[in-house]
């Protein structure tokens, strides 16, 4: 018997979906299977099969070392994993010891870049058939059951800005290659500063037409593409969709435009805000919904000349409670914290508006719009999208179960009382720490373990000599 069949890890449908994916690698000549996980920084890791091996993965998965849950953003293990009982005391985890991947049917595609090679996203789980709390994907799944046991389904669509450089140097050097190893040396290939520039766009079209190939022929819901304000900068939207196939979406673009730019000669980078002169920071502005499970009606559609139901309203209350905590996954790098800047078309407190640029969370749709929907502007496109996306449902259906006020939108964003977003990434896990709401809805050991990895990241950060500490006190003293 299989691992899936064991477990009761797949339904019949899962069944007949495997068996089609299966049909496929002999009709179109695969000669591969790419099997990803969303690891907890929103990176795609994983193995190569064989077609002649694609088969017993999908029945049994794969093993992957569990110090894949323990690494920070430098591929660095934050425990030590040879103690007795393994790190987070965790006997699973105990001398490294394995995981299982099992892949999604579902979610097969063939990479138009690569024709040869099949891809999946697959679910981590225990050799006893347990979900690995630690895996995101997961977590949105846990949010998603828990809005659909209050009556709720869960709509999300994306809005995502970047930068795409010419590559100059990859920095392949055997000096170059640290943990992490030496940034890539680039050129723009636009000035900036001229918003939605149709001759900017023109100047793009080639690389964007290459990127643009690849997405519609993975089936994404791409909607449109932009110049953003910056050099070098561009915007990808995308429909509404579930939570989970938006999550999917977004985690499959971002690792797509990286590996399609690459093969092209460019790099993409979602670093909110990287070190070149004159560059913007980017964001990832979140459109998110409710619908009711029995009707399929948008719950955040306003009556009587409202703009938002009371259900929208007590939700968006939420998100304005804990957006300090919430901030953590929204922006879970030291570098997305430069983005919080007043007068920035990027938020810097915990305000909303209607139609409004300068709030944390704009209002969208007028009374009786199917489409109402609130846009969070707080997140950096380099979040992971399943923690960002729960986080969002979790504190929003927070606010919904306690009957939280948003009180009245602002008209003047920079300039109104309510409590400043976190200034640094240390302030926002502390508030994380702080966070009861967060800590029910996750589970305990889950939060610990994403604050010992994010503040990893923060010792190593300030251990490090700065170019401004050099200048400012070399000579000086």
């Known amino acids: 018997m299989s691992f899936a069949e064991q477990h009761g890890l797949h339904s019949d449908d899962a069944r007949r979906q495997?068996?089609?994916?299966?049909?496929?690698?002999?009709?179109?000549?695969?000669?591969?299977?790419?099997?990803?996980?969303?690891?907890?920084?929103?990176?795609?890791?994983?193995k190569t099969v064989v077609a002649a091996d694609a088969a017993r993965a999908l029945r049994d998965g794969i093993a992957m070392t569990t110090t894949m849950l323990l690494k920070d953003s430098a591929h660095r293990t934050a425990w030590p994993v040879f103690d007795a009982g393994g790190a987070l005391g965790m006997k699973e985890m105990e001398g490294a010891a394995d995981f299982l991947l099992l892949p999604d049917s579902t979610s097969f595609h063939v990479l138009p870049w690569a024709p040869h090679t099949g891809w999946m996203l697959c679910d981590a789980y225990f050799a006893d058939g347990r979900p690995v709390a630690l895996?995101?994907?997961?977590?949105?799944?846990?949010?998603?059951?828990?809005?659909?046991?209050?009556?709720?389904?869960?709509?999300?669509?994306?809005?995502?800005?970047?930068?795409?450089?010419?590559?100059?140097?990859?920095?392949?050097?055997?000096?170059?290659?640290?943990?992490?190893?030496?940034?890539p040396?680039?050129?723009?290939?636009?000035?900036?500063?001229?918003?939605?520039?149709?001759?900017?766009?023109?100047?793009?079209?080639?690389?964007?037409?290459?990127?643009?190939?690849?997405?519609?022929?993975?089936?994404?819901?791409?909607?449109?593409?932009?110049?953003?304000?910056?050099?070098?900068?561009?915007?990808?939207?995308?429909?509404?969709?579930?939570?989970?196939?938006?999550?999917?979406?977004?985690?499959?673009?971002?690792?797509?435009?990286?590996?399609?730019?690459?093969?092209?000669g460019y790099h993409a980078s979602f670093m909110c805000r990287p070190r070149i002169p004159n560059v913007m920071s980017s964001g990832w502005h979140l459109h998110q919904s409710l619908t009711e499970v029995t009707s399929g009606r948008n719950a955040f559609v306003g009556e009587?000349?409202?703009?938002?139901?009371?259900?929208?309203?007590?939700?968006?209350?939420?998100?304005?409670?804990?957006?300090?905590?919430?901030?953590?996954?929204?922006?879970?790098?030291?570098?997305g914290y430069r983005r919080y800047r007043p007068l920035s078309l990027a938020p810097d407190r915990a305000v909303w508006g209607i139609d409004n640029r300068g709030v944390m969370v704009r209002a969208l749709g007028r009374p009786g719009d199917r489409a109402t929907r609130l846009e969070n502007r707080v997140g950096e496109p380099a979040a992971n999208p399943y923690l960002y996306m729960a986080s969002q449902l979790h504190f929003g259906l927070d606010?919904?179960?306690?009957?939280?006020?948003?009180?009245?939108?602002?008209?003047?964003?920079?300039?109104?009382?309510?409590?400043?977003?976190?200034?640094?990434?240390?302030?926002?896990?502390?508030?994380?720490?702080?966070?009861?709401?967060?800590?029910?809805?996750?589970?305990?050991?889950?939060i610990d373990w994403f604050l010992r990895l994010?503040?990893?990241?923060?010792?190593?950060?300030?251990?490090?000599?700065?170019?401004?500490?050099?200048?400012?006190?070399?000579?000086?003293?």
Not at 21 to 32: H, N, P, Q, S
Not at 403 to 432: C, F, I, M, Q, V
């Open 18 to 46: 495997a068996q089609d994916v299966l049909r496929r690698f002999e009709a179109e000549g695969i000669g591969v299977l790419r099997l990803s996980w969303a690891d907890q920084h929103g990176i795609l890791r994983g």
């Open 135 to 183: 895996s995101s994907r997961h977590q949105l799944r846990r949010a998603i059951l828990r809005a659909a046991d209050m009556g709720f389904g869960f709509t999300t669509g994306v809005e995502m800005e970047f930068h795409l450089f010419r590559l100059l140097d990859p920095k392949l050097a055997p000096g170059d290659a640290g943990q992490p190893g030496t940034p």
């Open 185 to 264: 040396e680039v050129a723009l290939l636009t000035q900036g500063y001229n918003y939605l520039t149709e001759s900017r766009y023109d100047a793009l079209d080639p690389v964007l037409e290459v990127l643009r190939h690849a997405i519609e022929a993975l089936e994404l819901p791409l909607r449109s593409m932009e110049v953003e304000y910056g050099p070098s900068q561009v915007e990808f939207t995308f429909d509404a969709q579930d939570a989970m196939a938006s999550a999917d979406t977004a985690i499959l673009f971002r690792s797509a435009v990286k590996q399609v730019a690459r093969r092209h």
């Open 304 to 335: 009587g000349g409202a703009l938002l139901s009371d259900t929208a309203r007590h939700y968006l209350g939420g998100l304005l409670h804990h957006a300090r905590a919430a901030a953590a996954f929204s922006t879970p790098t030291i570098n």
């Open 399 to 446: 606010g919904i179960e306690r009957g939280r006020e948003p009180g009245p939108p602002a008209d003047a964003p920079y300039d109104t009382e309510a409590p400043l977003l976190p200034r640094n990434l240390s302030e926002a896990l502390d508030a994380l720490d702080r966070s009861e709401t967060a800590r029910e809805a996750f589970g305990t050991g889950v």
């Open 454 to 477: 994010k503040r990893t990241e923060i010792a190593r950060f300030e251990a490090e000599v700065s170019e401004w500490e050099q200048r400012e006190y070399f000579e000086l003293f």
